[in-house]
Nanobody
Framework: QVQLVESGGGLVKPGGSLTLSCAASGDIFSIGARGWYRQAPGKQRELVALVTSGGNTQYADSVKGRFTISRDNATATTYLQMNDLKPEDTAVYYC??????????????WGRGTQVTVSS
């Protein structure tokens, strides 16, 4: 059974920083791309940042220069360093692992989400 567990969300003032973590557990042979998505109330879920298995990264225009995604393959953990946070960054943040290979299958997995609230 593969699980993704996010942590690190919370309440922060505008201009502040947070680091989100997403730990994958289970009998995992390999993982493809790792990503962070977010969903604000009344809006669709959107891609925030992505890091491929080869280390290439991709960011939403709204977070470029402020957020940094990274992955530690040894611990199967993905991080999202968020700096200069703005009220419009408020959302539930979800991590995703693409093409997770286990003994039985290859499929994508989602975490349950962690709330990030940016407010003074």
């Amino acid at each position: 059974q593969v699980q993704l567990v996010e942590s690190g969300g919370g309440l922060v003032k505008p201009g502040g920083s947070l680091t989100l973590s997403c730990a994958a557990s289970g009998d995992i042979f390999s993982i493809g791309a790792r990503g962070w998505y977010r969903q604000a109330p009344g809006k669709q879920r959107e891609l925030v940042a992505l890091v491929t298995s080869g280390g290439n990264t991709q960011y939403a225009d709204s977070v470029k220069g402020r957020f940094t995604i990274s992955r530690d393959n040894a611990t199967a953990t993905t991080y999202l360093q968020m700096n200069d946070l703005k009220p419009e960054d408020t959302a539930v943040y979800y991590c995703k692992a693409d093409r997770v290979r286990t003994l039985m299958a290859i499929r994508d997995y989602w975490g349950r989400g962690t709330q990030v609230t940016v407010s003074s």
